[in-house]
């Protein structure tokens, strides 16, 4: 009897194992229809060689327009990726550096705090499975997805509140078996090792407006609020890999300038550094300039955030220690994502790189 029972576990533990490899892998073909390509953040980050990024970010759109990673490490040698998705839910941060720590050993997570700008209500179904449709079947996607759920008002934004579509994403899309209802291909939107070029916007120039920077504070939203506090219960015990918060240069409003106040005011309470890039003279600084350096108020330009590059990843070779990893074993993609985005700028972004910087010397009174 024992020896039978022993049997059909085994049998049912296979089962379970091919019916999860086979959902998952149903899921990737028949996904959702996202034309931001995000399948492209986790998909190119677990091809990475064990062990050989020594810096990863985590956030919005904002961080993936403002860390140009192949620059990064061809020109300050820090193999850096970018685990941000567009309007990414801020509960999913803990998860993602779980995932990150499967295969990497970072010495560095940067943190764009502008995410606990939102509150759990703003949460939709697309912003969730941005991330959790393209992780790979684990106990920490579980557990990415019943946080989240957890978080999210009971049915907010078409938010699935049992997570059965999350778990089993072929829920949603088993009707793409139907071959007249495929998802559309998208082909626009580049990834490089997780900086991301916005075709449309990354090469124009906004002037930017911001209001002048105080210390006033506004309470976050409560449940955002004791994300964040769980996120840094989480950060106290990582070892090995320090973390660096981040509020990232934009057009912030007098209610998301407090937000961030109140937010900064915790992290530091908790003994963890902010780099607060919303005061004029910190941007000054940086080298980035309101009349030339954004594409809207929110987002660098490309030559916005190659000066920001510059200066962000001096800072943490700097203050953290990061140590230059050029030419060593394992790095070779970011020296072919470097290669693939010069190519890019000489073909496929030339003319809008050209008619960005003749935007940009206009606004800085050059004529060349």
């Not at 106990?139 to 759920?149: K, V």
């Not at 900086?195 to 124009?204: E, R, V």
């Amino acid at each position: 009897m024992k020896r039978f029972f022993s049997k059909n576990i085994i049998r049912a533990t296979v089962f379970l194992c091919l019916a999860a490899l086979l959902t998952a892998g149903c899921s990737k073909v028949f996904g959702f229809a996202d034309p931001d390509r995000t399948d492209n953040v986790l998909g190119q980050f677990y091809e990475l060689e064990d062990n050989t990024v020594d810096c990863i970010f985590f956030g919005s759109s904002v961080a993936q327009r403002a860390y140009v990673t192949p620059i990064a490490y061809h020109d300050y040698g820090v193999p850096a990726y970018t685990l941000a998705t567009g309007t990414q839910p801020f509960v999913l941060t803990k998860y993602l550096m779980k995932e990150a720590l499967k295969t990497q050993t970072p010495k560095l997570f940067v943190v764009e705090l502008k995410g606990v700008n939102k509150s759990a209500d703003w949460v939709g179904d697309v912003h969730i499975r941005r991330v959790v449709d393209n992780m790979k079947p684990s106990l920490n996607r579980f557990q990415a997805i019943r946080a989240t759920i957890t978080y999210v008002p009971k049915d907010a934004n078409n938010v699935d509140s049992s997570g059965l579509s999350y778990y089993f994403p072929i829920i949603k899309y088993h009707s793409r078996w139907n071959p007249a209802n495929k998802i559309k291909k998208y082909e626009d939107v580049d990834y490089y090792n997780g900086w991301s070029p916005n075709a449309g916007l990354t090469f124009k120039v906004k002037k930017l407006k911001t209001i002048p920077y105080d210390e006033h504070t506004t309470q976050i939203d409560p449940p955002t609020e004791e994300v964040l506090e769980d996120l840094l219960d989480y950060c106290d015990t990582l070892e090995n890999t320090k973390v660096l918060f981040v509020i990232p240069p934009y057009q912030a409003s007098e209610e998301g300038m407090g937000k961030m106040n109140y937010a900064k005011n915790i992290v530091e309470s908790r003994g963890y550094e902010v780099l607060n890039m919303l005061p004029d003279e910190k941007r000054k600084e940086a080298g980035l300039d309101d009349n030339t350096c954004y594409y809207n108020r929110e987002h660098l330009n490309y030559y916005g955030s190659l000066i920001y590059t510059e200066y962000f990843f001096n800072y943490i070779k700097e203050h953290y220690g990061i140590e230059d990893q050029r030419d060593k074993p394992g790095h070779e993609p970011w020296e072919k994502e470097y290669d693939r985005l010069m190519n890019d700028l000489e073909t496929k972004y030339q003319v809008k790189y050209i008619d960005m910087m003749a935007d940009v010397n206009k606004a800085e009174g050059r004529d060349d």
